[in-house]
Protein backbone atom coordinates (compact mmCIF):
# COMPACT_ATOMS: atom_id res chain seq x y z
CA UNK A 1 0.00 0.00 0.00
CA UNK A 2 2.84 2.42 0.80
CA UNK A 3 4.12 1.43 -2.54
CA UNK A 4 0.90 2.83 -4.50
CA UNK A 5 0.35 5.97 -2.72
CA UNK A 6 4.12 7.11 -2.75
CA UNK A 7 3.45 6.59 -6.85
CA UNK A 8 0.84 8.66 -6.93
CA UNK A 9 2.36 11.27 -5.08
CA UNK A 10 5.46 11.34 -7.34
CA UNK A 11 2.81 11.43 -10.30
CA UNK A 12 0.87 14.15 -9.02
CA UNK A 13 4.62 16.03 -8.07
CA UNK A 14 5.79 15.64 -11.29
CA UNK A 15 2.46 17.38 -12.34
CA UNK A 16 1.93 19.83 -10.31
CA UNK A 17 5.67 20.97 -11.52
CA UNK A 18 4.99 20.88 -14.85
CA UNK A 19 1.60 23.27 -14.52
CA UNK A 20 3.64 25.60 -12.89
CA UNK A 21 6.45 26.06 -15.35
CA UNK A 22 3.93 26.85 -17.88
CA UNK A 23 2.10 29.09 -15.84
CA UNK A 24 5.51 30.91 -15.43
CA UNK A 25 6.77 30.40 -19.29
CA UNK A 26 2.75 31.93 -20.07
CA UNK A 27 3.57 34.85 -17.92
CA UNK A 28 7.25 35.27 -18.77
CA UNK A 29 6.33 35.25 -22.64
CA UNK A 30 3.65 37.52 -22.24
CA UNK A 31 5.27 40.25 -20.35
CA UNK A 32 8.36 39.99 -23.01
CA UNK A 33 5.98 41.49 -26.20
CA UNK A 34 3.24 43.40 -23.50
CA UNK A 35 4.18 47.24 -25.06
CA UNK A 36 4.70 46.36 -28.49
CA UNK A 37 1.28 44.38 -28.85
CA UNK A 38 -0.21 47.65 -27.15
CA UNK A 39 1.91 49.73 -30.39
CA UNK A 40 1.33 47.36 -33.11
CA UNK A 41 -2.41 46.57 -32.18
CA UNK A 42 -3.59 43.01 -31.78
CA UNK A 43 -3.85 43.07 -35.69
CA UNK A 44 -0.83 44.52 -36.58
CA UNK A 45 1.14 42.11 -34.64
CA UNK A 46 -0.66 39.38 -35.63
CA UNK A 47 -0.08 40.31 -39.25
CA UNK A 48 3.78 40.84 -38.07
CA UNK A 49 3.94 37.27 -36.48
CA UNK A 50 2.03 35.45 -39.50
CA UNK A 51 1.80 37.14 -42.81
CA UNK A 52 2.26 34.72 -45.37
CA UNK A 53 4.08 37.74 -47.84
CA UNK A 54 6.84 39.84 -46.50
CA UNK A 55 8.30 42.46 -48.67
CA UNK A 56 11.08 44.65 -48.25
CA UNK A 57 10.56 48.18 -49.78
CA UNK A 58 13.27 50.62 -50.42
CA UNK A 59 11.07 54.33 -50.22
CA UNK A 60 12.04 57.42 -52.12
CA UNK A 61 14.02 60.12 -50.08
CA UNK A 62 11.65 62.72 -49.12
CA UNK A 63 12.00 66.70 -48.78
CA UNK A 64 12.27 67.02 -45.10
CA UNK A 65 9.48 69.73 -43.64
CA UNK A 66 10.76 71.44 -40.58
CA UNK A 67 6.94 71.80 -39.38
CA UNK A 68 5.90 68.02 -39.79
CA UNK A 69 3.97 66.38 -37.21
CA UNK A 70 6.28 63.36 -35.68
CA UNK A 71 6.07 60.88 -36.83
CA UNK A 72 5.75 62.23 -40.78
CA UNK A 73 2.65 60.66 -42.04
CA UNK A 74 4.32 57.18 -43.39
CA UNK A 75 2.74 56.93 -46.69
CA UNK A 76 1.93 60.05 -47.66
CA UNK A 77 2.58 60.91 -51.28
CA UNK A 78 5.04 56.92 -51.67
CA UNK A 79 4.93 55.56 -54.63
CA UNK A 80 5.56 51.86 -53.97
CA UNK A 81 4.47 50.88 -57.66
CA UNK A 82 7.85 52.29 -58.79
CA UNK A 83 9.98 51.42 -55.25
CA UNK A 84 12.16 48.53 -55.38
CA UNK A 85 11.58 46.09 -53.29
CA UNK A 86 12.86 42.62 -52.25
CA UNK A 87 9.89 39.68 -51.34
CA UNK A 88 11.68 38.40 -47.84
CA UNK A 89 8.77 35.56 -47.55
CA UNK A 90 11.13 32.78 -47.36
CA UNK A 91 14.37 34.39 -46.49
CA UNK A 92 16.88 32.72 -43.98
CA UNK A 93 16.52 34.78 -40.73
CA UNK A 94 12.44 36.48 -41.14
CA UNK A 95 11.29 34.71 -38.55
CA UNK A 96 13.99 35.88 -35.96
CA UNK A 97 13.32 39.47 -37.40
CA UNK A 98 9.66 39.28 -37.41
CA UNK A 99 10.19 38.45 -33.68
CA UNK A 100 12.26 41.59 -32.82
CA UNK A 101 9.26 43.63 -33.88
CA UNK A 102 6.86 41.94 -31.48
CA UNK A 103 9.57 41.76 -28.49
CA UNK A 104 9.82 44.89 -25.93
CA UNK A 105 13.43 44.70 -25.45
CA UNK A 106 13.99 45.88 -29.15
CA UNK A 107 12.69 49.19 -28.59
CA UNK A 108 13.70 52.46 -26.18
CA UNK A 109 10.38 53.02 -24.47
CA UNK A 110 11.88 55.87 -22.42
CA UNK A 111 13.78 57.81 -25.40
CA UNK A 112 11.28 60.60 -27.54
CA UNK A 113 11.44 60.49 -31.06
CA UNK A 114 12.21 64.51 -32.45
CA UNK A 115 10.87 64.95 -35.93
CA UNK A 116 14.14 64.60 -37.38
CA UNK A 117 12.54 60.93 -39.17
CA UNK A 118 13.24 59.51 -42.36
CA UNK A 119 11.94 56.87 -43.94
CA UNK A 120 13.85 54.74 -45.78
CA UNK A 121 12.23 51.22 -45.79
CA UNK A 122 8.93 49.36 -45.15
CA UNK A 123 8.57 46.00 -44.18
CA UNK A 124 4.93 44.75 -45.67
CA UNK A 125 3.38 42.26 -44.07
CA UNK A 126 0.49 41.23 -46.46
CA UNK A 127 -2.48 39.17 -44.63
CA UNK A 128 -4.39 38.84 -48.06
CA UNK A 129 -7.40 40.76 -46.47
CA UNK A 130 -5.60 43.08 -44.35
CA UNK A 131 -1.57 44.64 -44.13
CA UNK A 132 0.64 46.50 -41.82
CA UNK A 133 3.70 48.77 -42.99
CA UNK A 134 6.57 48.43 -40.38
CA UNK A 135 8.27 51.84 -41.10
CA UNK A 136 12.02 52.19 -40.86
CA UNK A 137 14.13 55.05 -39.90
CA UNK A 138 17.69 53.20 -39.44
CA UNK A 139 19.83 56.77 -39.45
CA UNK A 140 17.93 57.59 -36.56
CA UNK A 141 17.28 53.99 -35.33
CA UNK A 142 13.45 54.76 -35.29
CA UNK A 143 10.44 52.12 -36.45
CA UNK A 144 7.29 53.23 -37.17
CA UNK A 145 3.22 51.55 -37.44
CA UNK A 146 1.27 53.00 -40.98
CA UNK A 147 -1.68 51.87 -38.93
CA UNK A 148 -1.30 53.85 -35.81
CA UNK A 149 1.21 56.79 -37.09
CA UNK A 150 3.36 56.08 -33.89
CA UNK A 151 6.85 55.82 -33.76
CA UNK A 152 9.62 54.56 -31.11
CA UNK A 153 13.02 54.29 -31.06
CA UNK A 154 14.97 50.99 -31.79
CA UNK A 155 17.46 49.72 -29.07
CA UNK A 156 21.35 50.08 -30.67
CA UNK A 157 21.13 46.38 -31.41
CA UNK A 158 18.25 46.09 -32.75
CA UNK A 159 18.91 49.50 -35.11
CA UNK A 160 21.93 47.42 -35.80
CA UNK A 161 20.41 44.02 -36.88
CA UNK A 162 18.20 45.49 -38.74
CA UNK A 163 20.87 47.18 -40.86
CA UNK A 164 22.83 44.10 -41.36
CA UNK A 165 19.63 42.25 -42.14
CA UNK A 166 18.91 45.19 -45.19
CA UNK A 167 21.95 45.14 -46.33
CA UNK A 168 21.70 41.72 -47.46
CA UNK A 169 19.18 42.49 -49.87
CA UNK A 170 20.19 46.42 -50.65
CA UNK A 171 24.10 45.82 -50.70
CA UNK A 172 25.50 49.16 -51.78
CA UNK A 173 23.09 51.64 -49.85
CA UNK A 174 24.58 54.49 -48.43
CA UNK A 175 21.19 55.37 -47.01
CA UNK A 176 22.14 53.56 -43.74
CA UNK A 177 25.31 54.75 -43.16
CA UNK A 178 24.36 57.42 -40.05
CA UNK A 179 24.55 61.29 -40.63
CA UNK A 180 28.35 62.83 -41.50
CA UNK A 181 29.00 65.57 -38.68
CA UNK A 182 29.83 69.06 -40.49
Not at 49 to 58: C, E, I, P, Q
Not at 71 to 76: E, G, N
Amino acid sequence: MLMRSSGKLVVFTIFSVAVAMASFALWWNWGLGRRSLEFWGENGALLIRDAKSVTLVKLDPRIPNPAAKCPPLPMDSRDLNSAEKRDLSDVKGLVHARHVFLEDASFDWNQPVSNEVEWQYAVWFDGGKDDVFVMLDLKNGIVGSSRRYQALRLSPQTAAGWKLFISRYFPVDTSLAPAQAK
